[in-house]
């Protein structure tokens, strides 16, 4: 989002603060802004809680990612323009074939969709909503706010919830996805089809010579953990790390092949799972119903090298924005660095990423989503000394 940021101003030859703001005049989204500057709007910005706590007003450092700030009935508007194909009380805002262009599928039959299509900015499938034609959404999260947004096409129909607090995520799809099923079965007379009775399922014994096809550590970027399955009797031995406070990895179970074709902990398992070669990867799918997700890109590590081996150990940010989080709450952002399991793992205060060195001066994040190949790079700092800089902080290693 932030390139598209700056791909608007080389395309308009204009600030994208001016340009953003012309636009949401334009669907009367006053005084809505990708900007904190309006002391009007501060003045009616909702409180962010995390765990029932107050959290300090945050804002988000790239403006196009995340910042807007704007009530339910601003997105309303911005919601009725979509329905509309680009208008607006009979007002064009948007080129119909820009949007078209936006709901086109950018890459069709790419295994490493998971059975998503993406457009530009939306995402064009949902399997829980399906039986109602076109359709596309996106959600939104910040440290304490989540939303979900969702129109669906031929039914003319459009959803938008929001919420202020860390454990709203889960909250907002739910209910969002609920609302437009009411409104298809009420305004449409469109009712959810009933989900098919499920088959009686058989465990299929497989041997450890099979099994150990699927073996290895899975990684990814965005769930804070890595998954290591190993063959034994019965099944795949599977457990998540990194390890916790007690040194030990959480023993998840046994996977076991059944009927259907996917792997379960047990015949009557919400969940499914499968592994499989997609676009020059083996990755690792769960299966929910009708949806699936890539919980992981098998990783073979090469050994650390001794330059990464030194760097092991607590880092603490020098010199931090005084408007970042930690810094107004009065925490300085620290990360660490820690072989484990082979694996060079960085924890950070929010998230725990597998690294892969590159170089003895570059390592990247290993897996397959968004945050995938963000590098770290060890360079000289202040008065000679070796920092790391990560996600635009710089870190220099702690005292022992």
């Known amino acids: 989002v932030s390139l598209l940021e700056d791909v608007i101003e080389a395309a308009s030859g204009r600030d994208f603060v001016e340009y953003s703001q012309e636009f949401l005049t334009s669907l009367g989204m006053v ?7 309006d002391p ?6 909702s409180k962010a809680y995390d765990d029932g706590e107050e959290l300090p007003t945050t804002f988000i450092n790239v403006p196009a990612s995340g910042s807007i ?27 119909p074939e820009t949007l078209a262009t936006m709901l086109s599928k950018q890459y069709p039959g790419n295994a490493l969709g998971a059975g998503l299509d993406m457009g530009l900015s939306f995402i064009l499938s949902d399997a829980e909503l399906a039986y109602a ?10 440290l304490a706010f989540r939303s979900h947004l969702e129109v669906l096409e031929d039914q003319k129909l459009g959803v938008f919830v929001v919420a202020n607090s860390t454990s709203g995520g889960g909250a907002v799809e739910k209910i969002a996805k609920a609302a437009l099923v009411s409104a298809l079965k009420h305004k449409r007379g469109l009712a959810k089809p009933e989900a098919p ?4 399922l058989e465990r299929i014994a497989l041997p450890i010579s099979f099994l150990e096809n699927f073996a290895g550590v899975y990684v990814n970027d965005d769930r804070s953990r890595y998954e290591i399955f190993s063959p034994s009797e019965g099944g795949l031995s599977w457990h998540t790390g990194p390890a916790g406070e007690s040194g030990s990895l959480k023993d998840n179970g046994m996977l076991s092949l059944w ?4 792997f379960r902990l047990s015949a009557d398992s919400h969940f499914g799972f499968e592994f499989k070669e997609a676009e020059g990867s083996f990755i690792f799918v769960v299966h929910a119903g009708l949806s699936q997700v890539i919980f992981g890109e098998r990783f073979a590590p090469k050994p650390i090298s001794a330059a990464w081996k030194a760097r092991l150990g607590t880092w603490v940010a020098v010199d931090p924005d005084p408007n970042d989080l930690g810094v107004t709450m009065g925490e300085i952002p620290e990360c660490s660095l820690r072989e484990s399991d082979g694996l060079m793992v960085l924890t950070t205060t929010e998230s725990v990423f597998v690294l892969e060195p590159i170089s003895d001066s570059v390592a990247a994040i290993r897996g397959l989503g968004r945050f995938g190949g ?13 920092v790391l800089r990560f996600m635009l902080v710089t870190y220099g290693k702690a005292a022992e």
């Open 69 to 95: 700030v704007a009530s339910a009935n601003h997105i309303g508007l911005y919601l009725r323009m979509l329905i509309a194909k680009g208008s607006l009380d009979a007002r064009r805002i948007v080129r």
């Open 31 to 37: 005084p809505a802004s990708f900007f904190k500057t």
């Open 133 to 142: 034609g076109p359709l596309f959404w996106h959600n939104g999260a910040t």
């Open 40 to 45: 009007a709007l501060m003045a009616r910005l």
């Open 374 to 386: 963000t590098s770290m790079r060890a360079v000289e700092g202040k008065e000679g000394k070796e």
């Open 259 to 262: 009927s259907d074709g996917l």
């Open 197 to 200: 009775a499920l088959a009686a």
